[in-house]
Structure formats: C-alpha cells, structure tokens
C-alpha cells in the first residue's frame, strides 16, 4: 500500500523531513483512508502518524577526550598550535622561575644565613639568568660555601 502521499502530507504539519514519519504499522489501513489534511491531522493527534526523534552527535568521546586533557594527556607535540611562546609566554615563564629565587634569597637573607653583600650578588646573578630554579641557586651556595648553617 502507497502511503507516500499520507507521509508528505504528514511532514508538513510535522514540520518535519519526509523521512522522519513514523506511520504506525498496526493502523497502516486508517492511514490510507487519509486524504485530506485534516484527516492526516486527526491521525497525528491520535498517534498513528508521529515524528521520529532527531539523530544527534554523541558527546561521549568529546567528553572523554576534554576529561584526558584535564589530567594533562593528549598534549604532545602533534596536539599543540602555536609556537611555544604563543602556548606560554617566555616573560611568564620567567616570572615563575624568578619568583620563588627571589624569595629563597630573601628569606635566607632575612633568617641571616647570607649577609646583605652575598644577597645583592647573588640578586643581580639570578637576574642575570644565572640560576635555573631554587634548588639551583641553593646548591651553587653551598658549594661556594657561603651558606650559614
């Protein structure tokens, strides 16, 4: 049985594709019958004709993958964009390298384990970009010797 005229009509007051009517198998013979669009009308409000469901994209991987980034996965060389710079910029970079120097040595200065010429020193010397990090900067004091204990 041809119902292809039934359907149109239906995607029409569905608002709907063509092939997103659902025609009820058991009540295939009143949907025939259907000529008009009142009658096609009548049959949705009955639930003999409805639209199927809208077929959409899962998220799950998306998810998944958002949730690896968050752990610090999927960030090797083939993921970035952008130069390393552009990723971090090198004055922050050298903002949280400096910082905590910075506060080793006045602590260390302020507890009078160095005095005030040794910490001026060695202040322009981590300025200088001399030290790599604070367990740099304090093994080069100890094998200089000029740490207090």
């Known amino acids: 049985m041809n119902l292809s005229n039934q359907k149109r009509l239906a995607s029409q007051l569905l608002k709907c594709g063509y092939n997103r009517v659902w025609i009820d198998p058991n009540r295939q013979e009143d949907v025939a019958d259907a000529i008009t669009r009142s009658d096609v009308r009548t049959l949705i409000d009955s639930g003999a004709v409805a639209a199927k469901q809208k077929k959409g994209v899962s998220r ?3 998810e998944y993958h958002i949730a690896q980034r968050r752990k610090g996965r999927q ?13 971090k910029p090198s004055k922050e970079r050298w903002m949280q390298a400096i910082r905590p120097i910075r506060k080793r040595l006045k602590d260390l200065r302020d507890t009078g384990k160095i005095d005030v010429g040794t910490y001026r020193t060695y202040y322009m010397k981590a300025k ?10 304090e093994s080069h004091l100890k094998t200089e010797g000029l740490l207090k204990e």
Do not use: E, I, Q, Y
Request: net charge positive.
């Open 60 to 62: 799950g991987r998306a």
């Open 75 to 87: 960030s090797g060389h083939g993921s970035r964009r952008g130069k390393k710079n552009a990723r």
């Open 128 to 137: 200088g970009g001399v030290f790599k990090g604070r367990s740099h900067l």
